[in-house]
């Protein structure tokens, strides 16, 4: 495991002032209702609570949040009454898919997990308890949603069967079954009320840093920024940066990790070969190493124990990625390495110093780089203030025809050295943050701080025309909701990946969680899991940036 961000990451050990107080965890807390328009038709991409008319329950997926079993494939549906807002298990996405015969089929998307409703292997059993599992595009998969008096039924493509609410029950937990259709049974009428647009967990893309075979190098670790490539051959891939990685050759027959094992390098990136491809099998980059550790890009240099690569842009056939350097629970220096293009996975590096950005800590440039159209890099930094729940950040530019040249942000011009305090910052962010720029303005994700196990676990968002703020007022646009143990999970990191388009007017953002939370241990039964060391990813709609 690894503390990132020094300063604000020691805060539970150093200031016993500050407390890590947490709220109880319930599988179902009953709240405010959810609240939305009753809809005349589903639409083609639309965000709905779905209510039975015979329970007046909705339908959600059924487990204890608390333990992450909302989160896994094969966990069952049921009903329940209405939840809190935020909690997003009772809302779901109807995504259309396809017609046949002039029938429109569409998947329903669990919006806290990032899986669909699904038939167990495509059973016909009627009366079998229907499952949330990872999308695949089979039968099983996709719904007839037919449009009754007062309502909607739910009809499987694959075997014809409704989806119902066994024997009618008004009960909490109540299994939702398939079951034969009946025209008019209240218990397979469905009320869907539309939602505005919500933010998900992407399944697709946070199983992409699932890799779980031991040739694959890198399997667990955390920062996951990513560089975009357009340098010939390289067109179309993607970098995926990572600090401290275990190896795949440390994964035991059982998926997990030894208590004993710790990662094996301090960083390392993996090549995704096509952006649009999410099978997690691309390799990792290779350099010769003078560490004699050839999957770690950046070295650590002499007298530390460290080097936490982050953000970097694309400038011809090179890419230049900000790379932080310390020692202990200290950052010593920061520097910028230039890795030079192949198209194989045998790339060559050289760490630089650029005057200003080097040889300084008071402000850690690792936030984000913005390629501009105005010929310079924006390169983001932050200065933790109040313990580290706040952040100053700032921001450099060099120009891309000559990146060994920067320049500073003072808050009314540009000079050679880094300047400190309110006056020179562009915002001020929570306890970790992130910008890039997307569609058209610079966006800042800004997280909560994510160590102390504190209640406060948001991710919020702001926005601004210019690379040199102002930034909008923040807004909540997630609640983290994973755990360890039943506690918290530590969580920190936040990217913006702009690059990953779906076409549905939705930003990809990731944030890494730390395998460990405040007053457990991360030993179980003499293995370590590495899901709780990997990276998130999450789609936020425009609609809630204001974008």
Wanted: hydrophobic share 35%; aromatic share 12%; net charge neutral.
């Amino acid at each position: 495991m690894k503390i990132p961000h020094i300063l604000p990451y020691a805060l539970c050990v150093g200031f016993a002032l500050i407390s890590c107080q947490q709220e109880s965890i319930q599988p179902n807390a009953p709240d405010e209702m959810l609240s939305g328009t009753a809809a005349a038709a589903p639409s083609q991409y639309g965000t709905y609570t779905i209510k039975n008319a015979a329970g007046n329950l909705f339908m959600e997926v059924t487990g204890n949040p608390g333990v992450n079993e909302k989160f896994k494939d094969g966990v069952k549906i049921v009903q329940w009454s209405a939840t809190s807002a935020g909690d997003l298990w009772q809302k779901w996405q109807i995504i259309y898919k396809q017609t046949v015969n002039n029938i429109p089929y569409y998947a329903l998307m669990n919006l806290h997990s990032g899986k669909v409703l699904d038939v167990p292997n495509s059973s016909t059993t009627n009366g079998l308890q229907l499952q949330q599992y990872r999308y695949n595009g089979t039968n099983a998969q996709l719904w007839e949603i037919r449009q009754v008096t007062s309502g909607y039924a739910i009809i499987n493509k694959g075997n014809g069967l409704a989806v119902t609410n066994l024997n009618s029950s008004t009960s909490n937990g109540t299994a939702i079954v398939q079951q034969t259709y009946s025209a008019g049974a209240a218990n397979q009428r469905w009320i869907l009320t539309a939602l505005a647009a919500d933010s998900y967990l992407d399944d697709e893309v946070t199983r992409y840093f699932q890799r779980n075979s031991a040739s694959l190098g890198s399997v667990a670790w955390d920062q996951g920024s990513s560089i975009p490539l357009t340098w010939g051959g390289n067109n179309g891939k993607v970098l995926w940066v990572t600090q401290d990685a275990w190896d795949g050759a440390k994964l035991q027959p059982n998926g997990m990790f030894n208590c004993t094992d710790f990662f094996d390098y301090n960083n390392s990136i993996i090549i995704q070969q096509d952006k649009n491809n999410w099978l997690p099998d691309d390799p990792n980059m290779t350099i010769n190493s003078p560490m004699g550790r050839p999957k770690q890009i950046c070295s650590n240099q002499p007298g530390t124990n460290w080097s936490w690569p982050g953000n970097g842009v694309e400038i011809g056939d090179k890419v230049y990625m900000h790379c932080g350097e310390g020692n202990g629970l200290s950052m010593t220096n920061q520097s910028i390495y230039v890795l030079t293009q192949s198209t194989g996975t045998l790339w060559t590096v050289q760490r630089t110093t650029p005057a200003g950005m080097s040889g300084q800590t008071n402000i850690g440039y690792a936030a984000g780089m913005v390629k501009a159209s105005d010929g310079y890099v924006y390169v983001y930094g932050t200065q933790a203030t109040s313990f580290g729940y706040l952040n100053n950040v700032h921001v450099a530019r060099f120009p891309t025809s000559n990146p060994g040249s920067w320049t500073f942000w003072n808050g009314s011009s540009w000079t050679s050295t880094p300047t400190t305090g309110n006056g020179a910052r562009i915002a001020e962010g929570k306890g970790t943050v992130a910008i890039n720029y997307v569609n058209g303005k610079y966006v800042m994700i800004t997280m909560d701080q994510g160590f102390n196990c504190d209640a406060p676990r948001n991710i919020y968002t702001a926005t601004s025309t210019s690379p040199t703020g102002p930034f909008t007022t923040a807004v909540e646009v997630y609640k983290i909701n994973d755990y360890f143990q039943g506690q918290y999970t530590r969580y920190y990191t936040p990217n913006v990946h702009p690059t990953f388009t779906n076409g549905r007017n939705e930003l990809l953002i990731t944030y890494s969680v730390n395998q460990s939370a405040c007053g457990v241990n991360d030993c179980v039964n003499g293995y370590i899991d590495p899901n709780y060391y990997r990276i998130r990813a999450l789609r936020i709609p425009y609609s809630k940036i204001g974008l």
